[in-house]
């Protein structure tokens, strides 16, 4: 009996020790499951946030939480919504996620969210909430503090955004060449202009007096936002405003992006444009209602103009009376941009072009600064950041002149400017001395009946021809022959001293200067082609004269410069001070010799150097048909402080290089010296 009755005991024991563990089991497995749902829930709730997609908040929220707080599913949705959007939320990310339990039913949470908004980051903020067990799920017992901590009732977010002004691009002598200022707006308000036909002339009176079309205003007046009292944007006046305006025209004042030089430097300098949402995709930084650089420097430099803007991120109450600061961010204006360009040489070698197809150059050869880019046709910029018409753009198009290129960096084939450097590599070489006399009978020449029906042209007739001649009178067969003479190797040695397939360090779009299509000359004719300047010879205007400094620097070249605090840059030795002694005084005979081509510019009285070129445009060597490009290379002889390079693309007639560079040379004579 004893021992049956200790059996009892201890089968009891054993069914005591199964039912507890299992109980413990059940617990333990049962915590597993709802620590797993609570942290599910919570996932589910960070993840509406930060894909900011407020719709599927509403099935891990407590609706009894939601209804305590005052609000609805919907209302909540709606919260976020206005919250999120009025301060730009663009990303959001979470971080530190954490689900702990509290007691048998109720779990807390923690996570940091970071997000970016209008005005800048907002870094890890800590949230703090709780779960608790509705039925068979867990929900999110919410609060306003979930939007943002601290934030209560019907508690609010503004934000205020202090913005950023645009920094300005000066010249050399701080003149203005993109600036913040008052600008005149030419409106309409609707009202004013009366009813009928009465509205019907005063339209066309708006329109002929300030170059609009009538559908253009009427397009205007159109809007669904007009009303009848509403001011109705037209057009920026750039001149001066009437005293008289039509009837229901009206002026105001509004801030904008002015370049002062028009059209002088507008591919140089650029334009602004409205921010688009397309910008803001590809830069979140970005603002709906900024401005942003479109093209020229305004574009290359667009983050250094246009600063960082700056502001509050706060918490109101539903009066909107500040509780608390949630983001303070203080703006940093645009950085001032100062050139080496000179205002005033710049709009007169833009005139000096005359609106044909054409470039000029100015560098102080020295120094490498650029004091003039200027390229033509050109357009206005102030339209184009402004407001300017799909007529206006569409002319610009169609006008086949493309004066939104530009040709300063355009590579052309310099034609006989560059017999200068033939000539210097010639000298170092040891193959050209200056002194040798060719035998050059008539104005065609070839080597031998290899060359086949092809010769080259001479302009003028005379015989023999040393180095002075053949630079006084542009002697392509002189240079013909001493190219050959010097060889492919030798020539090209020499010109790999200079910047061939070179990128500048300038922040402009260039290709780098080529000496041919290939590695090497297909034929002895291109290389003689070559020697006069043409050939497959591509150098724009800019790259010419970073390579000609070489005659006012003894031989080193210097690399130009844009801003004006860049350093100097050089390469010694590109050709021999005694090969410069030689052709310097003969650039400079160009102008003063009787008999030379550039005799013309001798009339200016100014100690200048110079050398003119003409490049025929050929699709092939025996092509007749091609087009001329006119160049004009000179520096300042005596001090070397100015050096230009002038080209009408396509020239006839009067519109030579020459014959269009009278002004500038004036004034860069009498203001650099």
Sequence with gaps: MRSKKIRYVIAAIIFVIIAVGGY??????????????????????????????????????????????????????????????????????????????????TYNFQYMLTFSTDIGE??????????????????????PNLIFPGMEGQDKVAITTDYATRGEILDRNNQGLAVNQEL???????????????????????????????????????????????????????????????????????????????????????????????????????????????????ATYDEQL?????????????????????????????????????????????????GQKGASVVTMPTTGDLLALVSSPS???????????????????????????????????PGSTFKSITGAIGIDAGTLDPSEELVISGLQWQK?????????????????????????YSDNIYFAQQTLKMGETKFREGLSKFIFGEELDLPLSMEPAQISNEDSFATEVLLADTGYGQGQLLISPIQQATMYSVFANAGTLVYPKLLLNAETKTKANVVSSNAVNIIGPDLRAYVTDPNAFGYSLNSLGIDVAAKTGTAEVKQSQDDTTGSENSFLFTYDYANHNYLTLTMFEGSTGDWTAIKHVDSLLTYLNTTYQ
């Design 24 to 105: 413990l089991t059940y617990q333990v497995i049962e915590q597993k499951n709802n620590l797993a749902a609570s942290k599910k829930q919570v996932t589910r709730f960070v993840k509406a946030l930060t894909d900011q997609k407020f719709s599927n908040l509403s099935s891990v929220l407590s609706e009894s939480s939601v209804k305590t707080a005052g609000y609805t599913n919907k209302s909540v949705q709606e919260k976020y919504e206005a919250i999120y959007s009025g301060i730009g939320v663009s990303k959001v990310t979470v971080k530190n996620q954490k689900v702990t339990k509290k007691t048998t039913n």
């Design 122 to 143: 907002l870094k890890n903020v800590k949230y703090e909430g709780t779960l608790k067990k509705t039925g068979d799920t867990y929900k999110i017992d919410w609060q």
């Design 184 to 298: 005149n707006q030419l409106g309409v308000i609707p009202s004013k202009l009366g009813t009928g036909d009465q509205k019907t002339q005063a339209i066309q009176a708006i329109a002929s007096q300030f170059d609009l079309t009538t559908d253009a205003i009427q397009t205007a007046l159109d809007q669904s936002w007009v009303t009848d009292d509403t001011f109705v944007p037209l057009t920026i006046l750039y001149d001066d405003v009437p005293s008289t305006l039509p009837t229901g025209a009206s002026i105001q004042q509004v801030a904008g992006r002015y370049y002062p030089l028009s059209e002088a430097a507008a591919q140089l300098i650029g334009y602004v444009g409205d921010v688009t949402a397309e910008d803001i995709e590809k830069d979140s930084s970005l603002v709906a209602g900024e401005s942003i650089g479109r093209s020229g420097l305004e």
């Design 306 to 354: 246009r600063g960082t803007d700056g502001g509050n991120l706060t918490i109101t109450d539903e009066n909107g009376k500040e509780k608390s600061v949630l983001l303070k961010k203080d703006k940093k204006d645009g950085e001032t941009i100062t050139l080496t360009i000179d205002a005033n040489a710049q709009k007169i070698a833009y005139e000096s072009l005359g």
């Design 379 to 413: 357009f206005n910029p102030n339209k184009m950041a402004n407001g300017i018409t799909s007529e206006e753009y569409q002319a610009y198009v169609d006008s086949g002149n493309t004066p939104f290129v530009s040709r300063y960096t355009t590579r052309y084939a």
């Design 448 to 472: 031998d009946s290899s060359w086949g029906s092809y010769k080259v042209t001479r302009v003028k007739e005379t015989n023999p021809v040393n180095l002075y001649d053949g630079l006084i």
